[in-house]
């Protein structure tokens, strides 16, 4: 992405030719982008210590799991159907994990046939898998006991969390292997998404650690994901080359101990694909009241739900006009809801803006995680295409939904 002559490129191309040739609205990908974030955090460990899994559930589009695929990555996903189309992606079954939340047994025997490892987040499931499937290999889901995120959403780790077999359970994970003579190949944890500062990280992995030491078969150790990317303007990204080298060196004292070699795994979602991504809006109305100057786009939080779901921040850049005289607007979508403000960012929703007009693209940024991946027909309202742009060229990735797509899965009552 770069600015020129106040106009707005993605890989040489502006952003209002793009609103031309594919409709508004519409979510950009920059392929060059996708690709350096992977190649940078890969870098940052050693090769044959590390498998990342990208988090699936950020961004699905086949193509994006294709090109982290060419990059080396392996594969988190958290439903059958994302297992489904990993493996139509050209994924093989041994690069991917499922980790289930609350999944129903269907879903574990489909990954069973497929030969997919399973990490699995309960006893009372851990109990059912080992019925059906004595003498297997399984990986398990702990809870470490500490969470962080910068949304209590986003917290999937500690006691007021839904996600994992809490540590203090152990003993009973290490019963239900031996009754059920099933090996036990992998501890994973996950404490949270929106994470700035290595401590939290550091410190749930010393709780993996922990509970790690007490299996015996391993083959590796996941810590999860939820590294932040800087939304805000005023926000540092998180230091990664300073916790890979922590985190490494933290590792191999841990395989020193144990005496075997171990993989570590690592689950990035947004860290990879999320500043990848533009969403292409145009402005369609403008209207007033004695408080506030309404920007309305054709748009809304079907689209981009981070903003009303979480007080999440979107830098907003008038495509046509990025830099000029600036006014205080409330970026607004069509759909008919009072919440649907786009450029809320936690409790505040007015933005100092370039002054817009009716026809003006805005683009808002860093939207390549759970942009499309969250959005909804609300209103019955279609989802836009996706579009992949490389060194001056763009490709439609994903149509956009018509009026058919909607009303598809209707059955008639006669």
């Given at each position: ?248 060196s933290r590792f191999r004292q841990f395989i020193n101990s144990y005496g075997r070699d ?137 149509r956009a939904e018509t009026y058919e797509d909607l009303t598809r899965c209707f059955v008639e009552?006669?």
């Amino acid at each position: 992405m770069k600015i020129t002559d106040n106009t707005l490129y993605l890989e040489d191309i502006s952003a209002e030719s793009l609103v031309q040739e594919y409709g508004s609205p519409l979510y950009v990908y920059e392929e060059s982008v996708l690709r350096s974030q992977f190649r940078q955090l890969r870098s940052g460990f050693p090769e044959e210590l590390l498998s990342i899994h990208y988090s699936m559930k950020a961004n699905s589009n086949q193509s994006i799991l294709r090109i982290l695929r060419e990059e080396g990555s392996s594969i988190d996903a958290v439903s059958e159907l994302e297992v489904r189309l990993a493996l139509e992606s050209g994924f093989e079954p041994q690069q991917i994990l499922f980790t289930g939340n609350n999944n129903n047994i269907e879903e574990i025997e489909y990954c069973v046939e497929k030969k997919v490892l399973i990490n699995i987040g309960s006893l009372a499931l851990l109990e059912l898998y080992g019925e059906r499937h004595p003498g297997t290999t399984v990986s398990v889901r702990i809870n470490p006991g500490i969470g962080a995120g910068h949304h209590a959403h986003c917290i999937t780790g500690g006691p007021d969390s839904k996600f994992g077999i809490y540590h203090d359970q152990i003993d009973s994970v290490l019963a239900m292997s031996k009754k059920y003579s099933l090996t036990l190949n992998g501890v994973h944890s996950h404490i949270g998404t929106g994470i700035f500062s290595s401590e939290p990280m550091l410190e749930a992995m010393e709780m993996t650690l922990g509970v790690a030491e007490k299996f015996p078969d391993l083959e590796f150790v996941d810590f999860g994901g939820g590294f932040g990317i800087p939304y805000r303007p005023e926000q540092l990204a998180l230091d990664m080359k300073d916790l890979s080298q922590k985190m490494t060196s933290r590792f191999r004292q841990f395989i020193n101990s144990y005496g075997r070699d171990l993989k570590m795994k690592i689950e990035p979602g947004k860290l990879l694909v999320g500043p990848a991504g533009i969403l292409l809006t145009t402005v369609t109305n403008i209207s007033d009241t004695p408080k506030h100057r309404f920007v309305g786009v054709d748009s809304g939080f079907n689209h981009l739900l981070r903003p009303t779901m979480y007080g999440a921040y979107h830098k907003i850049i008038n495509a046509g006009c990025a830099s000029g005289n600036e006014e205080d607007v409330v970026v607004v979508g069509n759909i008919c809801e009072s919440g649907d403000i786009l450029s809320k960012s936690g409790d505040e929703i007015i933005r100092s803006l370039p002054k817009a007009k009716i026809g003006d693209v805005l683009a808002f940024l860093d939207v390549g995680a759970y942009g499309l991946s969250m959005s909804s027909q609300y209103n019955f309202r279609p989802r836009p295409a996706e579009v992949l742009v490389q060194e001056g060229q763009s490709r439609l990735i994903r149509r956009a939904e018509t009026y058919e797509d909607l009303t598809r899965c209707f059955v008639e009552i006669k």
